[in-house]
C-alpha cells in the first residue's frame, strides 16, 4: 500500500522557515518522483517543486524559486521542503504527491501539474502570521 504522510506545518511568523517532510512507503521510491503542492482556501491546488528520486532533479515554481528547496533523503524515503522567508500568501495545505518518473519523456512543464500525481499524502497545514 502506497502511503505518503507529511509533517512539520504549524504557524510561523512571517520571515520565518519550515521544513516540511514527506515519509514515503509502499513503492519504490527511487522510480519515483515526488511533488509538493499547496492550497489556499478558495484557490486552486498550486504545484511547487518536485524532485526526481533517481537523480535529484529537481523542478520549482517560478512563485517559489528562491525561497523553497526541495531535498531527498533516499535512505529515508524522505522528501524534505525547506521553506524560507515565508509570507502570509505562503499559507497553505501543503501535500506531497508521488508518480512514476518517467524520465525525459515526462517534461519539466508537467511536473507541477497536480493530476499527472496518482499517490497523495493527507496534508499538513501552514500557516504564516503578518
Known amino acids: 500500500e502506497v502511503q505518503l504522510v507529511e509533517s512539520g506545518g504549524g504557524l510561523v511568523q512571517a520571515g520565518g522557515s519550515l521544513r516540511l517532510s514527506c515519509a514515503a512507503s509502499?513503492?519504490?521510491?527511487?522510480?519515483?518522483?515526488i511533488g509538493w503542492f499547496r492550497q489556499a482556501p478558495g484557490k486552486e491546488r498550486e504545484g511547487v517543486s518536485c524532485?526526481?528520486?533517481?537523480?535529484?532533479?529537481?523542478y520549482y515554481a517560478d512563485s517559489v524559486k528562491g525561497r523553497f528547496t526541495i531535498s531527498s533523503d533516499n535512505a529515508k524515503n524522505t522528501v524534505y521542503l525547506q521553506i524560507n522567508s515565508l509570507k502570509p500568501e505562503d499559507t497553505a495545505v501543503y501535500y506531497c504527491?508521488?508518480?512514476?518518473?518517467?524520465?525525459?519523456?515526462?517534461?519539466?512543464?508537467?511536473?507541477?501539474?497536480?493530476?499527472?500525481?496518482?499517490?497523495w499524502g493527507q496534508g499538513t497545514q501552514v500557516t504564516v502570521s503578518s
Open positions: 504527491a508521488a508518480s512514476p518518473d518517467y524520465g525525459s519523456s515526462w517534461h519539466s512543464s508537467h511536473r507541477l501539474i497536480s493530476y499527472e500525481y496518482a499517490y
Open positions: 524532485i526526481s528520486a533517481s537523480d535529484g532533479s529537481t
Open positions: 509502499g513503492f519504490t521510491f527511487d522510480d519515483y518522483a
